[in-house]
Nanobody
Framework: HVQLVESGGGSVQPGGSLRLSCAFSLNKYCMGWFRQSPGKEREGLATMSNDGRVIIGDSVKGRVTLSKDKTRKMLYLQMNGLKVGDTSMYYC????????????????YGRGTQVTVS
């Protein structure tokens, strides 16, 4: 049973930083961060395969760092230089068999954590 619990969201001013955290229950999954705003499609931001290969989406490239602590079962997304357009609900995702990419949906998502930049 896959459990994903996000934390670390909040309100920041433009140019600020946040670190999002995701506690997950199982290893050996592709993990990633997504975001979705009302009326918009879910957008893949960053993914990490089980062997550590990282893909960063174009919309956040150069502003985010994805990392994972396998021992603690935590996935982190460090976001810097936040913009008003980054305001959204951010979700942690996990995928077991379907490939690891920001261009596709994952099989599992957490409940999300809100990020507001204003």
């Amino acid at each position: 049973h896959v459990q994903l619990v996000e934390s670390g969201g909040g309100s920041v001013q433009p140019g600020g930083s946040l670190r999002l955290s995701c506690a997950f229950s199982l290893n050996k999954y592709c993990m990633g961060w997504f975001r979705q705003s009302p009326g918009k499609e879910r957008e893949g931001l960053a993914t990490m395969s089980n062997d550590g290969r990282v893909i960063i989406g174009d919309s956040v490239k150069g502003r985010v760092t994805l990392s994972k602590d396998k021992t603690r079962k935590m996935l982190y997304l460090q976001m810097n230089g936040l913009k008003v357009g980054d305001t959204s609900m951010y979700y942690c995702g996990a995928e077991q068999f379907g490939g690891c990419s920001t261009e596709k949906g994952f099989g599992y998502y957490g409940r999300g954590t809100q990020v507001t930049v204003s």
